[in-house]
């Protein structure tokens, strides 16, 4: 599985952004897709992810993020609202075959990573 993850930039505290990861693969509808976030100095923590079981969001982000996905277009999104000074980070999507994981050490394949930047 190859992962392009999309869609960040700056905005200002308060807006929103959405997150695109184009996978490609022909077993990828049957993959969790995560999003992790890395801010400097930070490891990489988990944000939120989407399988077989459902969706699970990260408590620092629920209420404000909800992650999706479109199988036809191998796609999965991360919509970020009410953004916080906090989420400032570089935001990277992960893939693994099977499971509900929440650990970056459990996912095999990972995008390049978009840098979402929130000011005052």
């Known amino acids: 599985v190859q992962l392009q993850a999309s869609g960040g930039g700056s905005v200002q505290a308060g807006g929103s952004l959405l997150l695109s990861c184009a996978a490609s693969?022909?077993?990828?509808?049957?993959?969790?897709m995560a999003w992790f976030r890395q801010a400097p100095g930070n490891g990489r923590e988990f944000v939120a992810r989407?399988?077989?079981?459902?969706?699970y969001v990260a408590d620092s982000v629920r209420g404000r993020f909800t992650i999706s996905r479109d199988n036809a277009k191998k796609t999965v999104y991360l919509q970020m609202a009410n953004l916080k000074l906090e989420d400032t980070a570089v935001y990277y999507c992960a893939a693994q075959g099977g499971g509900t994981y929440s650990a970056a050490t459990e996912y095999g394949y990972w995008g390049q990573g978009t840098q979402v930047t929130v000011s005052s």
């Open positions: 989407i399988g077989w079981s459902g969706t």
């Open positions: 693969g022909r077993t990828w509808n049957s993959y969790t």
